[in-house]
């Protein structure tokens, strides 16, 4: 489900008409009035009649958001964490190229996966970190290297000064017959953007990686750092 839908918002004893959105450590309002409520502020969420009611800093507002309201509130209350949100689990194998971030190495073992060595194939999830456009080249080897259903996640700065742009991700994704499927927050700084191999080559892409052993052509990429 999405969280982001009309709604009314009433606090301070006004109404106002607009949009909700729940994002990972705020909620927002967009409308007759802007409010941004931290997560980190909320004291107590709860609900009545498709009413979610937070309180924050001493005030209380009152978003209407209808059916869904229940999970919005499980959703603050109970906030997705970074490893969940990249979708790591126990028994994975996890490759991590360009990637200085102890926290994420404690994240990873923390889930009961694995960070495999820098030569390792038959990989769930590959961590890429790009730091200039020649980085994305590495995209193009890194299919060889995955399970026919693991991901690579994309590791960019962002904002509009960023060495990368959105585009060039996704173009170099492309080229490396990939597809991007999901973008998630990986940190204040950096996205992490979701490329997977398409439904329809899943099926020849470990026969593809067997070729290319046999022929000496796997990939050596520079490990982690």
């Not at 006004?14 to 309002?29: D, I, M, N, Q, T």
Request: aromatic residues 4%.
């Amino acid at each position: 489900m999405g969280y982001d839908c009309a709604s009314t918002l009433t606090i301070d004893g006004r109404s106002f008409g607009g949009r909700a959105v729940l994002e990972p450590k705020e909620l927002l309002f967009r409308g007759d009035l802007r409010l941004v409520i931290p997560l980190s502020l909320v004291e107590e969420v709860h609900v009545r009649d498709g009413d979610l009611f937070i309180t924050f800093g001493g005030r209380r507002a009152v978003f209407r958001v209808g059916a869904e309201a229940r999970q919005w509130a499980r959703r603050i209350s109970n906030p997705r964490s970074r490893a969940e949100k990249l979708g790591l689990k126990g028994g994975m194998r996890v490759g991590l190229i360009g990637v200085d971030d102890p926290a994420l190495v404690d994240e990873i073992e923390a889930k009961g996966a694995s960070v495999a060595s820098a030569a390792s194939t038959g990989l769930d999830v590959i961590f890429l970190a790009v730091n200039a456009p020649r980085d994305l080249e590495r995209l193009s080897t890194l299919a060889a290297r995955l399970k026919p259903t693991g991901a690579v996640w994309l590791l960019r700065a962002k904002g509009r000064a960023a060495p990368i742009s959105e585009a060039e991700s996704m173009a170099a994704g492309k080229r490396a017959g990939l597809v991007d499927v999901k973008v998630v927050s990986y940190s204040e700084t950096h996205s992490a953007e979701k490329y997977v191999i398409p439904v329809a080559k899943r099926a020849k892409a470990p026969r593809a990686a067997a070729a290319a052993r046999r022929a000496g052509r796997a990939p050596a990429p520079a490990g982690r750092k």
